[in-house]
């Protein structure tokens, strides 16, 4: 059984006991989230699609902990003219994890 959840403006494929990385959620390390935009279930092959979210489904996860991801580096150049930019900036993320879903 899986589900695609909408997290934080973006889509996951959530899994009992799968960890994920997600956007920087409020709430402690270890405490329970719970997010209620299913946009679809798989349960063995019985597939439920929302208009937009699926009625009354909801998918339950624990944070793990709060996380800075890699560094990622922003270098700007125009040729022949002297300018050059680097930048860089390290995204915040929560690590969580999928708990159960309820169709």
Avoid at 24 to 45: A, C, P, W, Y
Avoid at 67 to 73: E, I, Y
Avoid at 78 to 91: C, D, L, T
Wanted: charged fraction near 30%.
């Amino acid at each position: 059984m899986y589900a695609i959840v909408e997290i934080a403006g973006q889509q996951f494929k959530a899994e009992k006991g799968r960890k994920l990385y997600v956007h920087r959620l409020q709430g402690d390390e270890n405490s329970s989230v719970s997010f209620d935009k299913i946009l679809l279930i798989d349960n063995d092959g019985q597939v439920k699609v929302g208009a937009p979210v699926v009625e009354g489904a909801r998918v339950n996860a624990t944070i793990l902990r709060h996380l800075k991801d890699d560094k990622v580096l922003v270098f700007k150049k125009k040729r022949r003219k002297g300018y050059q930019k680097m930048n860089g900036h390290r995204q915040y993320l929560t690590q969580i994890e999928i708990q159960d879903i309820q169709a």
